[in-house]
Structure formats: C-alpha cells, structure tokens
C-alpha cells in the first residue's frame, strides 16, 4: 500500500530563510507532485517530477526526487511572505492504480 | 485555468437529506476525482472515475455514491447526510499524466 508522509506539518518561519519541506513515500511510484494551496482557496500544481534526480525550479522554491530514497524535497530560498501557503506532495502512477495518494501537507507561515 | 467548475460552491443541508454535487469539465479528461479536506487529514479520495460510467472507490467511498454518463461530469450523491460529511469537497481532473487540475472547492455542512 502506498503511503506518503509529509514534514514538518507546520512550519514558522522568518522571510529570508531558507527552508526545506520533506516528502517520503513507501512504495515506488511513477511519478511526484507538489501543490499549493492557500486559505480557503483551491490546490494548485506547482511541480511534476518524473525520474530520479529530477530538478524542478521556479522562483524561490526548488523541488526535487530522488526514487532509491522515495524522498522529495521542496526547498524555499529566501522565503518571503507571499509564499505562505500550505504545500502537498502527491504520488502516483500505476501502481496506484492511477490514483494519487496525497501527504497531509505543510502549513508555512512565513513572518515579515 | 482548467475548465472544472462545481456547483453549488456553498451549501447547508440537514442530517437524513440526500446531496447531490455536481463536477463539470470543459477539457475532455479522461480521470475525475472527488476528494474530501478536513483539517488534519489533508486530502481524501472518495471515489474517481477513469471513463463514461467506469468509477472505483477511493479511502472513504462509504455513505457516498457516483455517476459519469458523460465525460464532462461527475456527480457525487451523499445518499443521506450526516454530519461527518461535513467538509470541503474538491473535484479534480486528470489526463494518464496524472498531474491533476482542481475545481474551486465545495463548502458542505450538514445540520
């Protein structure tokens, strides 16, 4: 069965910082996601990440996969408020039978 | 954005009533979702479906009930609510990518 584990569940941080966010599954998978969502709003997809070692960048976030560990981390440079918001790793593929199995995600507040 | 919209965006029902909530896709995706959010519990998947009246179950199918008789919708039919069904409710869309698209979300309390 697969599971997936995000942490930390909250984070409070100071803008400037740099922080990691991690997401560890148990089974292999085809492929993994991140999502955002902010309050009272809908999930929006961030990042797609398909192969081992994949790289993903946009802006001060940062994401990446490494399969042999079934470890992704999101990495936030620099934080700045505008990025606070509660962030999901989401994993599936075939072996899920095409359903994704979604972390319990992250809360980030990020301070001025 | 991905053409998903879901009615009603609001709603307040009482314990015993039947619900029915409606997901519309304008993008001729193959998978549809209906998860539920509630706070610690992150997103769960109710039930999905992966073509015209081809559904399965997901975590938490019980008390809940689906239909595709068209690609562009999803119905999702609490068949008589209680109020542990209270809860924020999201339909989503997917291609075999998986990478899923959101509607705005549904706000369901049941009294």
């Known amino acids: 069965e697969l599971k997936v584990e995000q942490n930390p569940l909250f984070l409070s941080m100071q803008e400037g910082k740099n922080y990691t966010i991690y997401c560890n599954y148990s089974?292999?998978?085809?492929?993994l996601y991140w999502y955002r969502q902010d309050p009272g709003k809908s999930l929006e997809s961030l990042f797609v990440?398909?192969?081992n070692g994949a790289v993903k960048q946009e802006g001060r976030l940062m994401a990446s996969l490494d399969t042999k560990a079934r470890l992704s981390t999101l990495h936030i440079t620099a934080a700045v408020h505008d990025l606070s918001a509660t962030y999901f790793c989401a994993v599936g593929g075939m072996d899920s039978n095409y359903q994704l199995i979604w972390g319990a995600g992250t809360k980030l507040i990020i301070k001025p | 954005d991905a053409g998903i919209t879901q009615s009603p965006r609001h709603k307040v029902t009482e314990t015993g009533t039947p619900v029915t909530l409606r997901c519309h896709q304008t993008e001729n995706h193959r998978y549809m979702y209906w998860y539920r959010q509630d706070p610690g519990h992150g997103l769960r998947l109710i039930h999905y479906?992966?073509?015209?009246?081809?559904?399965d179950k997901g975590e938490v199918s019980d008390g809940y009930s689906v239909s595709r008789s068209k690609t562009e919708d999803f119905l999702l039919t609490l068949e008589s609510a209680t109020s542990s069904q209270t809860s924020v409710y999201f339909c989503?869309?997917?291609?075999?990518?998986?990478?899923?698209?959101f509607g705005q979300g549904t706000r369901l309390t049941v009294v």
């Open positions: 989503a869309i997917s291609e075999e990518s998986l990478l899923a698209f």
């Open positions: 089974t292999t998978s085809d492929r």
């Open positions: 990440l398909l192969s």
């Open positions: 479906s992966y073509g015209v009246k081809d559904t």
